[in-house]
Every structure is written in C-alpha cells, then in structure tokens.
C-alpha cells in the first residue's frame, strides 16, 4: 500500500502510552485495529441499539453491523486517496464503543444523570473505553492504542473535558479542542463515513420497519434521483430490489463525490504530512451540493424516523431503564459488578457500568433491582 505524504504513516506514529516493541509482522495501526476486535466492548456493540431496539427484529442494523459498514465505506474512500487504510479500519470499528444500551436515548439520560458529576459524552467514554476499562493487558490497563487511534475516537469533546484530558496527558488527544485544530485526515474520513453509512442504513430500516414508505423517502431529492433512476433502469423494479438498488446507487455517488472533493482540496492546500494536514481547515468532505443534500436527508430521518412516535414511545420507557438502574446502583454500589462496586468515584463508576450493558442486560438488572418489566412488548 502506498501512501500520500499527508497520510498517516504508522512508522511515524506518535506513539503509545506504554511503550511496546513493535509486532514482527504488523503494523501499529493493524495491531490497534486487532485489539479493537478482539476486546469485550466491541463483541458488545453486536446487542446495543443503533436506532431500533435491539429485540425488534433480528435483520436491523446494530452497533456492531453499523460499525463495520462504516469501516467498509472508509475504506474504500481511503485507498483511492492513499490514505492509511488500517488506521480508518481501527477507528471505524472503534468509533461507538462507548455507545450506552438504547441507542441516543440512553446517552441522553445518563448524561442527565451525571449532570453533577461531570456528564457522559459518548466519544469521551469510547476514549475510556479503550484507555482505561478494557482489562486485557497484565501491566495496564485498556488496550494501549497509538495516539493516531485515540485522536479519531474522540471526534468531540466539550471544552471542560479537553482540559482534563490535557492536564493529565499534555499535548495529547485532548489538545486540539483547545487549538481548534483538526484531527488527522483518516480521522475526518472516518467522521464522513460514519454519516453516508447511518443515512444510507436508517433509510433501509426505517422502510423494513414499516414507520416511512420508499414513497415518502422518494421526496427526500438525494434519495429520490437514485430511485427515479432504478426505475428508469429497471421498469419492473419494485419493493425491497427498488429500494436496495436506490440506496446502493446513493452510496456509490457518495463515496465517489467524497473521493471527488476532497483530491480537489488536497490539489489545492498541498498539506506537506499528516501534521501539516492538521494545522489546515478540514479537508476531507463533501462537494457542496452533496453536503447540502445529505442534510436534508438527516432533517428527513430526523423528523419522520427517530421522531416517530413509535420511537418516542420506547425512548421514555428506555430512558426510565437508564435512570432507575442508575439511582439504585449509585444507592447500592455492591449491586454492581465487583470491580465497579470498589470503586471510590462512585457516580462514575455507575456511569461506566451502565455505558457497558448491552440492551437486554440493562434491562435485566433493571427488573431484578425493581422488580418491574420494562419494553415487555418487544422482549422475545
Ligand atoms: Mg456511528
């Protein structure tokens, strides 16, 4: 694989934490990208939701199939542009470990919970994740990723939490929220990837789910010129082999105009390394009429799908979960797990044990700490 100058080179790594001698037959971002597989919070994403419950049915995307189509599309925008195609694997596979049990809804009310102690943020807590609560390595603990990694998990970061982070490991991933610099190209690409794959899954599910028609999403002009063109094609197309052939001609115009625009930025600001490339306005994007589209393809699934009242309704009942299981671990601690129940940052270790269930765990210790069933209608 040859890369750009302004790639990431994990020969030039900005290094671990704990210094490691390198694998004989790997790189450090492929090492990083085997760790991420091999840890217990990635086997988890496989029962967390994405934006349907994990039980509502087995064919919707989950954390984990979501995370690997992300990796998929970064990297196949990666190779044409010379970019590290291991270190966009790495990020992307790791980029929703922090990911709490019912999708946003969970995140939303721990960080409720946690208002006076700090908040939850989940690319903070992927961060953790990875630096602290994996328990893998017999002389530290989490997973001891290059900075190069933990630089694209942490996509955002509040002021107040950068500054932690850079008080405790100066000049490290907490430093450019502070300098409002940018993350390292694969970083950017991983961003971009994250949202053509969840536009592109969300319209599938939400169609399969039966909550919006293929009708109604053909209104939406970025999904609608693809449809219109299947059919056009493909007179007889109709139902599923429509809507997967639309959606596959969507992504691909994607992909390529990601590819498009972003050569063309790169022609122009000539970044001379993968430092220099951070020190310049965002590089890796959209044309702007692809940009423009693929918002109002958010404000769509936004309006009509994570705000149906279908949705809404398991929301409140997943939130509820997350805020009864936080007051009766944070009055109970020994009601958690040993390591977590040990622990003298009590809220915080709540927070953590929370953030690591998968759905149906949470809600299991929910109904053995209240003795009430909550989501009944959907549990299997
Ligand atoms: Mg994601």
Known sequence: MTLAVFACDAARTHGRQHPET???????????????VHSTAFRRLVYKTQVFLNH?????RTRLTHSIEVAQLARSIARPLQLNEDLVEAIALAHDLGHTPFGHAGQDALNECMREHGGFEHNLQSLRVVDKLEERYPVFDGLNLCFETREGILKHCSQANALKLEAQDPGGVGRRF????????????CNLADEIAYNAHDIDDGVRSGLITLEQVAQVPLFGRYCSEARSEHPHLQGRRLLYEAIRRMLSALVYDVIAATRERLDELRPADADGARALPPLVAFTEAA?????ALKRFLFANLYRHSRVMETTGQAQEVVRELFAAYLAR???MQAGFAARADTARAVADYIAG???R???REHERLTGRRLL???IP
């Not at 502070?178 to 690409?189: G, H, K, N, Y």
Request: no cysteine; charged share 35%.
């Open 56 to 60: 509502e049915g087995d064919l919707f």
């Open 376 to 378: 009944t209608a959907t």
């Open 357 to 359: 269930m998968t759905d």
């Open 178 to 189: 502070l300098e409002r610099t940018q993350p390292s190209l694969e970083a950017q690409l």
């Open 291 to 295: 940009r423009a589209d693929s918002a």
């Open 22 to 36: 390198p694998a004989p037959t790997r790189t450090e971002f492929q090492r990083d990208r085997d760790r991420i």
């Open 361 to 363: 765990y949470a809600l």
């Open 333 to 335: 601690p020994a009601e």
